[in-house]
């Protein structure tokens, strides 16, 4: 009985150690476009600071998580660029007639999270006016929760599914028939 509780201790302490060594790696701080597009490229927040800066406040009820009825405004800015200008930036290629119109962008953090636009959302419709790459909140670099580059959507009626935290990649795809 005293080996197994003394590998099973082991063994939690090795899976706590990984867990560590992998929270504390180094934020790597560019973003990969590819995909239907005319280059494939690596961004660095300089590069996205280059494109025009967005500044939208996104003011929210937050409920208290104690049950209580009563709810509190909380407002947070944000500072980046449209998620359409990143895209712009790598050329989006249409090989075949009406492939934009069948296209979807999808946005995959470092952890596999993904969220999914579509190309009509944010070439042609108010979504893409706050559809932003963040590098920025309330005038600071992004909470290391976030990491160095998040995706918000801040014209979304319900907030937290397209909100994309250490955001790794962008890719236009062609849905196909």
């Known amino acids: 009985m005293r080996r197994i509780a003394a590998g099973g201790v082991l063994a939690f302490a090795a899976a706590a150690f990984l867990h560590v060594s992998t929270a504390t790696e180094p934020a790597t701080a560019t973003l990969t476009i590819k995909g239907s597009v005319e ?53 989006p290629v249409e090989k075949n007639r009406m492939d934009f119109r069948k296209s979807i962008v999808i946005v995959t953090a470092s952890d596999g999270y993904r969220a999914v636009f579509s ?3 944010l070439y042609l419709s108010p979504i893409g006016d706050g559809a932003l790459v963040v590098y920025e909140r ?40």
Request: with cysteine; proline share 6%; glycine share 6%.
């Open 39 to 91: 280059r494939e490229l690596n961004l660095s927040i300089g590069d996205l600071k280059q494109l025009p800066a967005q500044r939208l406040e996104d003011v929210r009820l937050v409920r208290e998580t104690s049950g209580a009825s009563s709810s509190t405004e909380m407002a947070r800015r944000y500072t980046g660029c449209l998620l359409r200008d990143v895209l712009d930036r790598a050329r």
């Open 119 to 121: 190309w009509a959302e």
């Open 138 to 177: 309330d005038d600071r670099p992004l909470p290391d929760s976030e990491g160095p580059l998040a995706v918000v959507s801040l014209k979304d009626t319900k907030p937290g599914p397209r909100h994309v935290k250490w955001v790794k990649s962008i890719e236009l795809r062609v849905v196909s028939d």
